[in-house]
Structure formats: C-alpha cells, structure tokens
T-cell receptor, first 113, second 117 residues
Framework: QQQVKQSPQSLIVQKGGISIINCAYENTAFDYFPWYQQFPGKGPALLIA?????SEKKEGRFTISFNKSAKQFSLHIMDSQPGDSATYFCAAREKAAGNKLTFGGGTRVLVKP | DAGVIQSPRHEVTEMGQEVTLRCKPI?????LFWYRQTMMRGLELLIY????????DSGMPEDRFSAKMPNASFSTLKIQPSEPRDSAVYFC???????????????FGSGTRLTVV
C-alpha cells in the first residue's frame, strides 16, 4: 500500500520556468512533511519541510503548499535552473511510528537551459 | 561533522556470497534507518533502530537479510546468501528523535551500490 502518492514521475521544464510536484496522503496521523532532493550518485538531502498547521512555507526559490483538508501538498520550484535537475521525493512522518518517514515514489526533474 | 558514512561505496559480488554493508551515523543521532532504492520500488525502508535497538524490521525482505547495531556509532546490514535481485543502492540514514531548530529530518549517507552477478 502506497501511503504517499507522488506525481508526476518525471517532468521537463525550461530554465526560468516553474516546476510543480504533487503529493497526496491518506494517513491523518502524519504530522510532518519534508521534501528531499537527490542528485545522481548521492543520497537524498533534506530540502524543505512543513507542518500541517501551516499552509505555505517558502525558502528561496522553493515553496511548499499544504492543503490539510484535501490531504495534499506540493513543491513549487520557481525560476528553475539547470542545477535543480534532480530527483525529488516527498515524505511524511508519523511520530507515533517512531519518527519513521514514508517516501513518495519520486519525481525526476530535468531543467533545460 | 562528516555526516553519515557508508562503506563500501560499490560492491560487486557473486550470487550466493555474503555481503556486509556498513554505516556510521552522525554522532548524537539516536535513530538509524536502512533503506533500499531501486528504479522499480523507489525508497524502501528495511529496518530502523532507536538507541541501538531494532524497532521495526518489517521491511526486511527475507531471512537472508539481517541488521545489527552493536553501538551508537556503527551498524551493519548483511545479506547471506546474496541473489541478483538484491542488486540496488542501499542507504543508511540517521536522525534525532527530537525536533531541533526549524526542521526535523534524516541525514542520508551516500549509499552503497550493490551488484550481485
């Protein structure tokens, strides 16, 4: 059972464009939603995260939008750059489950110059 | 801090051989996680430890897989005997149980790419 569903699997965006990745979840016990960025040959690295009591969080060109009632959250990459080309994973934590993170399936983003 | 350190970075072994992957978590982190990443299945949690004690090993695919954490600074994941379908990238990650600063998250190692031929 996939507890966190991520879409799309891949996307191509032109330099300067906006990349949008969406995630949906069912488990209302999730209390923390991080996004990870992974470059080839590297482990995933924490990019930005949000708690469900906040509807939006912005850090530089990266913004998370959170819709608690719809149980959906998304990552927006503004002014996408070739260096943003990577695989992005959304995740959700259930604190009662020992801080375990459940990851989405990943989105491979390619930013064309 | 050197981060989470995994070794070896690459491992090629023959089917039936024993494979041991190693991980050194960040000092002071009390959670340690082992993940497997494949194209087909994405990131799968295999097992995790809290204060060196295994908490949930429900993701370990078969009895051929075992993991230990003898102390706070070292963990191993062993596959015996290895099979070609075990080929994947294996990641170790560590974290704190309490939220510090503005965010909580795992710190991943660079992974071990395992190829079983």
């Amino acid at each position: 059972q996939q507890q966190v569903k991520q879409s799309p699997q891949s996307l191509i965006v032109q330099k300067g464009g906006i990349s949008i990745i969406n995630c949906a979840y069912e488990n209302t016990a999730f209390d923390y939603f991080p996004w990870y960025q992974q470059f080839p040959g590297k482990g995933p690295a924490l990019l930005i995260a949000i708690r469900p009591d906040v509807s939006e969080k912005k850090e530089g060109r990266f913004t998370i939008s959170f819709n608690k009632s719809a149980k959906q959250f998304s990552l927006h990459i503004m002014d996408s750059q070739p260096g943003d080309s990577a695989t992005y994973f959304c995740a959700a934590r259930e604190k009662a489950a020992g801080n375990k993170l459940t990851f989405g399936g990943g989105t491979r983003v390619l930013v064309k110059p | 801090d050197a981060g989470v350190i995994q070794s070896p970075r690459h491992e090629v072994t023959e089917m039936g051989q024993e494979v041991t992957l190693r991980c050194k978590p960040i000092s002071g982190h009390d959670y340690l996680f082992w993940y497997r990443q494949t194209m087909m299945r994405g990131l799968e949690l295999l097992i995790y430890f809290n204060n060196n004690v295994p908490i949930d090993d429900s993701g370990m695919p078969e009895d051929r897989f075992s993991a230990k954490m003898p102390n706070a600074s070292f963990s191993t994941l062993k596959i015996q005997p290895s099979e070609p379908r075990d080929s994947a990238v294996y990641f170790c990650a560590s974290s704190l149980s309490r939220v510090t600063g503005k965010t909580y998250g795992y710190t991943f190692g660079s992974g071990t790419r395992l190829t079983v031929v």
